[in-house]
């Protein structure tokens, strides 16, 4: 187990959690490629009611999947950065903690990628993409 701890960009929320790193997934699914904005999305998954909120309100949007399955997805209602998916009920949420919003993100490698026949076309060939370590002058 590992302790992490994370916020929004704004800087309204902030929370800390025991996540297990070996939990650490990558998504390709729609919802996750819609409500990112972006190709995929790396989750990492807390114990049940692992999270502390320290600071701010969170705000939840419900997704209701294909299935009928309903699933709370946790946002900063002021900068609109996603944290989190979990259940809808209230007691012993296992929270889907967004990656990217954790301090310690660098140290989360994912282990399994899920949802891989939606991925985009063009990822598994990202390494021959030009890189650059910010934007390139023009
Ligand atoms: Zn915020
Ligand atoms: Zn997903």
């Not at 309204?12 to 390709?28: L, P, R, S």
């Not at 296992?94 to 026949?117: D, F, S």
Request: charged share 20%.
């Amino acid at each position: 187990m590992m302790q992490i701890n994370g916020g929004c960009h704004c800087g309204e929320i902030e929370f800390e959690a025991e996540v297990d790193e070996n939990k650490v997934i990558v998504c390709h699914c729609l919802d996750c490629q819609k409500l990112s904005g972006t190709a995929f999305r790396s989750v990492v998954v807390s114990e049940p009611d692992g999270v502390k909120f320290t600071k701010g309100q969170v705000k939840e949007y419900i997704k209701i999947a294909e299935s009928g399955n309903q699933r709370a997805q946790g946002f900063c209602a002021n900068c609109g950065s996603a944290l989190y998916a979990t259940s809808v009920e209230p007691l012993n949420r296992v929270y889907g903690i967004r990656a990217g919003c954790i301090e310690q993100r660098n140290l989360l490698t994912p282990k399994n990628q899920i949802w891989c026949r939606s991925a985009v076309p063009w990822l598994k060939d990202i390494a021959d993409i030009p890189m650059y370590d910010t934007i390139p002058m023009k």
